[in-house]
Structures are given as C-alpha cells and as structure tokens.
Nanobody, 118 residues
Framework: VQLQASGGGLVQAGGSLRLSCAAS????????MGWFRQAPGKEREFIAR????????VYADSVKGRFAISRDNAKNTVYLQMNSLKSEDTAVYYC????????????WGRGTLVTVSS
C-alpha cells in the first residue's frame, strides 16, 4: 500500500487544519489506519487510529477533544481534522496503514509538515 499525506501548512495558534492521506495499491488488505507525528528533536508519537469500518477510534491524550480522525473507504482516504491547534502541535505528520492480521503498521507515507505559530 502506498500512502500520500497532504494538507499541512502554517497556521496560527487556535486555528484548524485538515490533513488527508490517500492510499493506493492493495488497499483491500488494509485494516487500521493511523496518524503519527514527529516534532523536531523528539521521537515519533502516536496521534490517532481508526478501524476499517470507522466505528472504532483511539486518540492520544494530547489531542483528545481537539483532533478527529475519519475515513472514506470509497475514496481510500483517511482524514485528520485538527482544531484548536497549539504551538506544541508543530511537527511532521505521518499516516500509516496496518494490514489485516498484523499488530504493527507496515505501510508509511511521507510526512506533511504542520507549523503552528503562536
């Protein structure tokens, strides 16, 4: 599966952005989709994940209540709506996919940079 993230950019604190992640290739084998981020000088951290049906979502405490993950399987696209952005949300955001039967993410896209100015 190939993943392409987009939608990053520069936004003021308190603003919103929506990231998209378009999947191509063997998308029928994809189960869970997730978003991660990596800030300068820090390790990559989990942000959110969503099941294939969209019924199950999980969020990191740091973004709970501000970010929302969703997916459109007809478009093979996963979204991350980010609201009430803070300077500490500045990072490169990555989407990832997990194949059915696996417990780790086996496909990763190139990141998209989100910069939040205070």
């Amino acid at each position: 599966v190939q993943l392409q993230a987009s939608g990053g950019g520069l936004v003021q604190a308190g603003g919103s952005l929506r990231l998209s992640c378009a999947a191509s290739g063997r998308t029928s084998s994809t189960n869970v989709m997730g978003w991660f981020r990596q800030a300068p000088g820090k390790e990559r951290e989990f942000i959110a994940r969503i099941s294939w049906s969209g019924d199950s979502t999980v969020y990191a405490d740091s973004v709970k209540g501000r970010f929302a993950i969703s997916r459109d399987n007809a478009k093979n696209t996963v979204y991350l709506q980010m609201n009430s952005l803070k300077s500490e949300d500045t990072a490169v955001y990555y989407c990832a996919a997990r194949t059915y039967g696996l417990t780790t993410y086996d496909s990763w896209g190139r990141g998209t940079l989100v910069t939040v100015s205070s």
